[in-house]
């Protein structure tokens, strides 16, 4: 009897996902919850419509000649891949999944401001993919996903308007999705949540959504323009109308480099949930990493010049922008710095999240750094459109925001299912992921250091070693990205039950049952201490 | 919490379950239409800039190209917006004060006024649309470089296009609201969508306060006819 009762607790019958029963019950859904499986669903589908992409260039690079693919097929398999990754992965991916489904939970609301909105937003997502599925289909596009003019709206014979289109309209869920959480966070705080009691992961997800609101637009009337010089001569980019092929640069850059922050900023946030819990620490400096996302989303509107210092640019320009670019390293050292020195005299355990965390910190610290070299402006000049590029922009977007996101997904999973994930499969992948990047990604600098330009189907024969590499580390990687779908798949049905709060962790998302109720708590959470006042004595489970 | 919800909800049927009472609700309101237009400021911002570049790069052909744009319309239709924009918040001052009847005839004026103005910009484009000014084979323009006044026509179009395609998202908005208004769904307690209304048709107004000049004056009397 009393077993039964405490498995109720611990497994509530009634929840999110048992509400309701049936297809319409999900696809006409207003809760949050269900809305973040949905994008769940969406952009793990694309990752992985990415990675076969990513799976193809790897095995031309086998081998200097090229012998697999085409030239011209080669171009369209890295403009694909660039294109669903970042637009369709990494760009909604942890806003719209695990910020979409924590941010009413943190802030102890029942759901998002506009629930209605938040569902539309997952509708211009899938309309917007499914323009770029047509366009992938009908024959690809082989542009860059930097769609540069005059190519692009001039000379491609590929399918680039579907693609641009799509793109322009899946804007517009990021743009609700930014929305929807700034409100959500301004509005709706539970009584004493205080803006200093706000996890970090609310700071980083208030700061993505100003990049959200703010660059989107730009890039959404950019890409417009470019469409209509296709469709209707529209002549903007033109240099025969007088127009500027540099100003498509200029107007992409001042969304697409925010947009890179748009990527790390929440996967930081989740880094700093992971490593507070982990140590069972207070987080060291909380001010400080609140306020440096802010300070990197200001600062990241200020830099976009950097991806054009060979393009043709007044030295003076580049040289302010290679400043600035410079202090974009003081926030994200500080958060860095701060996530070192929360660990200090921490009890720290090493459950599959922390390693993603700790794998974050150090791969982000090598993306970071590398990305002082490139700032550089003379160090830029020899590394311009090399695979050091290539692999710089890797180490922060896969080594950085994919490695928080799984790690997030792990640290979440028992609150979204109710049931824990294998802690032993989840490491083991946890580890064949950092290894497989690393073997990936870390030959590739060494290549972009010795000249090897990226974009190329074929290359000289005395870099095939480091390709080598670079291909057997892909292959590690892939089994590593496999194992946690599998695993998580099953968890959902045989993992053991989790309970509330299995880390045990302080947020207002561990205080309701998992998987939460519809309305998200059952009775309405007041606030009264500050944010991971951890008891060093209780330690997570495993 | 349900009792709650039934209690606010038998006054407000609009009233939303995430909320905690009406006034969470109605600030959650505005703040989201005031953020959807911090992102429009972009949204148009991008056109702007571009504009502002090409006219620095050939200040004389936009010169020329503009003055083929009628300014006795453009000016009509500028007088038509402000006027919409004095109907828009007179209805919303007889939203705050209950007025159904005058809160419904003067929302219909504010989509009359839309229309007029669509209606003569329309004229408008079919001018430029006779006079070979469309951006394409067929352009033609006297007296100044064709393929940079072409330039000048690509902005125009672009520009004034955006503006009237929120025009006619604005027009749907209102018609939404006298729907809604003749339903009796407002109260001076509630009656934030028509203030939201007006929030964004005011600002379609004034992105169109900055686009006459810029096309249509600016340059003008320098070159004179």
Aim: glycine content about 8%; some cysteine; charged content about 10%.
């Amino acid at each position: 009897m009393s077993a039964i009762t405490e498995t109720k607790v611990l497994f509530p019958k009634e929840n999110y996902l048992t509400s309701n029963y049936g297809i319409k019950s999900w696809l006409l859904t207003k809760d949050h919850k269900r809305i973040a499986l949905l994008y769940l669903a969406s952009i793990t589908f694309f990752f992985f419509i990415g990675g076969f992409f990513a799976t193809v260039i790897r095995l031309e690079l086998l081998t200097p000649k090229g012998d697999l693919v085409q030239a011209s097929t080669y171009n369209k398999l890295f403009t694909m891949h660039g294109i669903i990754m970042v637009f369709f992965f990494l760009i909604p991916g942890i806003p719209a999944v695990l910020g979409n489904f924590l941010v009413p939970l943190m802030v102890g609301a029942r759901d998002l401001a506009f629930p209605r909105l938040n569902l539309a937003s997952w509708y211009i997502f899938s309309i917007g993919g499914l323009f770029v599925m047509y366009s992938v289909l009908s024959g690809g596009i082989d542009t860059g996903w930097t769609f540069y003019t005059p190519y692009s709206s001039q000379f491609s014979q590929s399918s680039v308007a579907a693609a641009v289109v799509g793109i322009f309209i899946t804007g517009f869920s990021s743009i609700l999705t930014g929305l929807n959480f700034i409100v959500t966070i301004h509005t709706m705080r539970a009584p004493g949540l205080t803006w200093f009691r706000l996890p970090l992961f609310i700071w980083s997800t208030y700061a993505t959504s100003m990049i959200f609101i703010l660059g989107t637009p730009v890039l959404a009337i950019t890409l417009a323009m470019v469409a209509l010089e296709r469709l209707a001569h529209f002549g903007i980019f033109d240099p025969k109308y007088g127009g500027d092929p540099l100003l498509f640069q200029h107007l992409f850059w001042f969304y697409s480099h925010p947009a890179v922050y748009i990527m790390v900023l929440p996967a930081m946030g989740v880094v700093s949930e992971l490593v507070a819990t982990f140590s069972r620490h207070k987080v060291f400096g909380y001010k400080f990493v609140a306020f440096s996302s802010v300070a990197i989303a200001v600062l990241g509107f200020l830099v976009w010049g950097h991806h054009m210092f060979v393009a043709g640019m007044s030295v003076y320009a580049a040289l302010i922008f290679s400043f600035l670019s410079y202090f974009v390293a003081i926030p994200s050292a500080v958060k860095v710095f701060n996530w070192t020195a929360t660990l200090y005299k921490g009890s720290v355990s090493y459950q599959t999240p922390m390693l993603y965390a700790m794998g974050f910190i150090g791969l982000f610290v090598i993306g970071g750094m590398t990305g002082l070299f490139v700032a550089a402006l003379g160090v830029d000049i020899h590394v311009t459109d090399t695979y050091f590029v290539v692999a710089h922009f890797h180490y922060i977007m896969v080594g950085g925001t994919v490695m928080a996101y799984l790690g997030g997904i792990h640290y979440w999973w028992p609150k979204i299912t109710g049931r824990l994930y294998p802690e032993g499969w989840a490491r083991l992948s946890a580890l064949i992921i950092f290894v497989g990047f690393n073997l990936t990604f870390f030959p590739q600098f060494m290549l972009g250091y010795l000249g090897m330009p990226r974009r190329y189907y074929e290359y000289p024969d005395e870099y095939q070693v480091l390709n080598v590499f670079s291909t057997a580390g892909a292959s590690i990687l892939a089994v590593g990205y496999v194992m946690p779908l599998i695993y998580l798949l099953w968890s959902m049905r045989y993992g053991p039950i989790a309970g509330p709060n299995p880390w045990p962790s302080t947020g207002l998302e561990w205080q309701t049952s998992s998987p939460p109720p519809t309305d998200n708590f059952k009775v309405p959470p007041v606030v009264t201490e500050e944010p991971y006042q951890f008891k060093p004595e209780v330690r997570p489970v495993g | 919490m349900a009792e709650t919800n039934t209690v606010i909800g038998a006054h407000h049927a609009s009233f939303a379950h995430q909320f905690d009472d009406p006034e969470q609700q109605r600030q959650a309101g505005a703040l989201g239409m005031w953020v959807f237009l911090a992102t429009e400021v972009l949204f148009f911002g991008g056109l702007f800039t571009a504009y502002t570049i090409y006219r620095l790069a050939n200040p004389e052909v936009f010169a020329v190209a503009s003055n083929e744009l009628d300014l006795t319309l453009g000016f009509i239709n500028t007088l038509v917006l402000i006027c919409s924009s004095f109907t828009m918040a007179t209805a919303v001052y007889n939203a705050q004060h209950g007025n159904r009847k005058w809160l419904i005839f003067f929302l219909c004026a504010t989509v009359v006024l839309g229309m007029v103005f669509l209606g003569i910009k329309a004229v408008e484009y079919a001018q430029k649309f006779e006079h070979h000014l469309v951006p394409g084979a067929h352009f033609t323009i006297e007296g100044t470089d064709p393929n940079k006044a072409q330039m000048f026509f690509s902005l125009y179009f672009a520009m004034t296009g955006l503006h009237a395609l929120h025009m006619i998202i604005g027009a749907g908005m209102m018609i939404v609201l006298i729907a809604m208004a003749w339903r009796n769904r407002f109260s001076p307690e509630y009656h934030t969508p028509v203030e939201l209304g007006g929030l964004y048709w005011h600002f379609v107004d004034i992105i169109w306060i900055f686009l006459f000049p810029l096309l249509y004056l600016l340059g003008r009397s320098t070159i004179g006819h």
